[in-house]
């Protein structure tokens, strides 16, 4: 087994001269769940580990009316705790909820799991949902990316070699704005989608009409899709079950899925239409105020 | 394998401060074991699926198979090692023993952890809290329904 070193720099700066140092095989480590994992079992190749949880940036949560910027290394837990997220952004918490179990929650980032870029993986739809801008620092400065362009296959992005992800940046919501993640799994927990959703929406005063929507989802193409034309066909339309069918076949024409263990072609099809309109409804309950976090676990199978 | 340069690291683990040495790419269950002879925290998978390292580190439930040793520089870890005080047995695990609520004993350390990590957290925890709290840790001689009744007990003592 190769031998490693492990370098835990403190700043911003230290980490990109620690990522470019070596022979070019240094990789970031955040929460571990993925990349210790893959390390444990022989399928990574790296001679160098850097521990981003000693940045202060990369741990930070700052939230004000301008909107909330979370460092990239934030682990679940630290976002399940934090009352001005579950309050400002309840949605949030429907992901990192169901993202493994308490101990995964423990460790795993919400910026280890968009950079660890599963198709499946159960935050991607609903960070595409907020409107997230990621920002990258790297040996050539710093740049922004939406998140729904974040992505660019099966475990790979837009990061190039020697950047990392420093923080997620959410809009502030705007007034009578909702959102909702939800999955499909074939168990109650600790389960791989076989489909996810997200769904954010911003309703008229009267929350009788839909100005804007956004839509996502996942597990159902190479990279989490943003389904532009969904969001697109709900702006202006009333809040209607036809309005809302209408934006499901959308999701359901935009998923273009493989079949495998977990599920079907049809099957996920099937499911990327179902879902997008019952994350709608939920994303709608919460723009008016009618629905809490802990109505939307027991949806989501966590009573 | 390559000669790898050691890391001292300086923690408390289970209450008292403690250095020991690890390879960079040791993880810190490796290092509990191996290094530090503290064998209560099992190896199940290896990759953070059973819950049976489960060890808090600085009061947070995690894998201890997913977090590397060097990590832990400056950090607080418990391990079961550390759940009993003053050679008492903790309650949940004296309840673990009266309702009987393990067979091979491999996951229980984990269990135990991640039950205090709850009570910690939520001390009058529902059965469903239980269930969902635990659903990371696996037990194959399928003793859970004991187990979950244990960590009620203790719950409802507490409250």
Redesign the interface.
């Known amino acids: 087994?190769?031998?490693?070193?492990?370098v835990?720099p403190t700043s911003v700066d230290e980490a990109i001269s620690a990522l470019a140092a070596g022979s070019g095989m240094a990789r970031p480590?955040s929460?571990?769940?993925d990349l210790?994992?893959q390390?444990?079992?022989g399928r990574l190749a790296l001679d160098t580990?850097v521990?981003l949880?000693r940045i202060p940036e990369l741990m930070a949560i700052s939230i004000n009316s301008d909107g909330l910027t979370l460092g990239a290394s934030v682990?679940c837990?630290s976002i399940n705790n934090n009352q001005a997220i579950r309050d400002a952004y309840p949605a949030l918490i429907d992901s990192t909820h169901l993202i493994?179990?308490?101990?995964?929650q423990?460790?795993a980032s919400l910026g280890g799991n968009l950079c660890n870029s599963s198709p499946a993986a159960d935050s991607i739809p609903n960070l595409i949902a907020h409107s997230v801008t990621c920002h990258i620092a790297g040996p050539n400065g710093r740049r922004t990316v939406p998140v729904e362009e974040f992505c660019t296959a099966p475990g790979r992005n837009v990061l190039e070699n020697g950047e990392f992800l420093v923080a997620l940046e959410f809009p502030a919501p705007p007034a009578n704005f909702g959102a909702a993640y939800l999955r499909f799994i074939p168990r109650?927990?600790?389960d791989i989608a076989v489909v996810g959703a997200g769904a954010s929406v911003v309703l008229s005063d009267d929350g009788g009409t839909i100005q804007s929507a956004r839509v996502s989802i996942g597990a159902v193409a190479p990279t989490p899709l943003f389904v532009q034309e969904a969001g697109d066909a709900l702006a202006g339309q009333p809040v209607s079950e036809e309005t809302l069918a209408k934006a499901a076949d959308l999701a359901r024409d935009a998923a273009r899925p493989i079949s495998d263990m977990r599920g079907t072609i049809p099957q996920r099809k099937h499911l990327s239409g179902v879902l997008t309109q019952r994350a709608l409804r939920i994303a709608i309950d919460r723009a008016r105020g009618t629905k809490t976090v802990d109505e939307l676990g027991r949806l989501n199978g966590?009573? | 394998m390559d000669m790898a340069k050691k890391i001292a690291v300086t923690t408390t683990l289970n209450g008292e401060e403690s250095i020991f040495l690890c390879e960079p790419r040791q993880t810190l269950l490796e290092a509990l074991r191996d290094n530090l002879g503290l064998i209560g925290s099992k190896e199940g998978c290896g990759n953070g699926n059973c819950g049976a390292c489960n060890v808090l580190l600085d009061g947070v439930l995690v894998n201890s198979c997913l977090v590397l040793a060097p990590e832990v520089e400056g950090r607080d870890v418990v391990t079961i090692e550390g759940i009993a005080q003053d050679g008492e047995l903790h309650p949940l695990q004296q309840k673990f023993l009266e309702h009987a609520s393990l067979q091979c004993g491999i996951c229980t350390p984990g269990f135990i952890v991640s039950a205090k990590a709850l009570l910690d957290d939520n001390p009058a925890p529902s059965e469903h809290d239980v269930r969902l709290w635990l659903a990371g840790n696996l037990c194959r001689c399928t003793g859970y329904d004991k187990i979950v009744r244990a960590v009620l007990d203790v719950a409802e003592g507490d409250s």
């Open positions: 087994m190769q031998a490693i070193d492990f835990a480590l929460g571990g769940t210790i994992a390390l444990q079992e580990v521990d949880k682990s837990h493994g179990g308490t101990q995964i423990g460790r109650n927990e600790m966590h009573g």
